[in-house]
């Protein structure tokens, strides 16, 4: 009976583009999470052996079949959370009241209710997602950076997926951000038998963010913007006038549908526990590949998996766990470039051997400019190239001629090869 409930819950979100053309979505943890208590009602109900359990599985099943099963692995701690009756509910609301986030944040019985879930039943999963933000939160604050958001939305990535790239929802949401494929090609997403840019970390990033810019020019109001992400601005705007024309989330929450009323309370334990995991000792926990070891490259020219795994020292099963929007093992031609995530070793061993198939320069073979040495830099969240340039005393041109690069564009754990200048006592 508990997994026939749990995957009616996860079918009970919408996503509406418009009040005329609706769309089914979910975030796929959200409802698990919220009727934990519901389903507490039940005598015979274990509230520390269902969810989590069948959540593993669920995702799990979700992954491509050869994704290492040690994926999971905790390398840091198997030490237990503390008690949670050590944390008063004045610590709690004196806690989420010091957190910067984009609206007000109250704190409830639902608040804290979510936020015990995740960091007592649900602990071991809450560790597996905060080691997995260390490859996705500098992506998600490269482009709200670049679009001027508030970084704090990088949260909301945990509500939709746990910040797994390849996860479906039973309704057909993916990717990092759930997006449903009608709302993804809206926002310039490819979805076809190659590729499936929703699991793209990078460009689906910036679909996300580029929706909740617009769904913030509607509302002006990051709370409005999170239901509007969840329901559809349609039902957004519906509920604002039932609830006679007032704007505020809390006040027309009533008046939305049921997981909505749920979104904007869970992002709030979610930011709780992305600031607080150590109060609660609760460490990252990650698997045995390092997400923290990771470079981006862009390809123009096909090349697969195979070709990749042979020539760069990395299993197919590693590229598939980074790169699983590439749905049959091979990353395609694109005018445009594809992004592809590669340990830090086998990006390097990308560039040496395989740049004449993917249309990269081998850098190594650039002649050094007169009294300068070689340097390998490593993209951050917010970088610009400009910025870049005038840092390492050269031109916007330098640094694309250095890197082959066909556009003033970067992105997050992109390696790049400048060229400083000697120190004048050195200089021949």
Known sequence: MPL????????????TESEKNVEQRTSLFLPIITDLHRLNASKNYN?????????????????????????????????????????????????IAKITLPFEARYNHEVRDLIKDYVTAGYKDTEVMLGRSVL???????????????????????VESGLRPAVESPVGAAGLWQFMPYTGRQYGLTIDGQVDERKDAYKATE???KMMSELYAQFNDWALVLAAYNCGAGRVRKAIRAAGGKNSFWDIKPFLPGQTQKYVPTYIAVAYVANYYQTHNLQPRFSSFDFGDVRGVRVYQRVSFNEIASKCNVSTQHLRLLNPGFTQQFVPSSATGNFLLLPTEAAKSFAQQINAKVDLRNTNTLAAPLNTFKNDYVVRAGDRIEELASRFKCSVRDIMRWNDLTLPELFVHQQLVVYLNKPMSKRA
């Open 207 to 209: 679909a996300a963010v």
């Open 136 to 158: 996705y939160f500098p992506i998600f604050d490269h482009f709200l950076s670049a679009y001027q958001l508030p970084a704090e939305l990088k949260y909301l990535a945990i």
């Open 4 to 15: 026939l409930l749990l995957f009616n819950f996860m079918n009970i979100g919408f996503f």
């Open 47 to 95: 509230p520390m052996k269902f969810p989590w359990t069948i959540v593993a599985i669920m995702v799990t099943s979700s992954f491509y079949a050869a994704t290492p099963t040690h994926a999971t692995t905790s390398a840091a701690t198997t030490a237990a959370p503390t008690s949670w009756k050590l944390h008063t509910e004045e610590q709690l609301q004196d806690r």
